[in-house]
């Protein structure tokens, strides 16, 4: 897949994962993209380590989509983590 798929796949997959996650985030819609990516990658490997599977096949398969929005489920709860105390504050 090119560069234009992981980044419509990461911004579809980090709304969907806060959809399913809602609550205040500190981050707004660059960041939200760059999770959905990175959190694409994550879950692909996550996927590729604990299942033998390769979960990144193509953009319309659904083991993508799903690696993408668990990966970018789990990078959202740590970004919550680590940057809640700091919005706190203000």
Do not use: C, E, H, Q
């Not at 096949?57 to 489920?73: E, P, R, Y």
């Amino acid at each position: 897949m090119g560069i234009v798929a992981w980044i419509l796949i990461g911004l579809l997959a980090g709304l969907i994962a806060k959809a399913l996650m809602p609550g205040k985030d500190p981050g707004g819609i660059i960041v939200t993209i760059l999770i959905g990516i990175v959190g694409g990658l994550l879950g692909g490997w996550l996927g590729k380590v604990i299942f033998g599977v390769d979960a990144i096949d193509g953009f319309f398969d659904l083991s993508t989509w799903i690696a993408a929005i668990v990966g970018s489920m789990i990078l959202l709860l740590l970004y919550r983590v680590l940057t809640g105390n700091r919005s706190r504050r203000a």
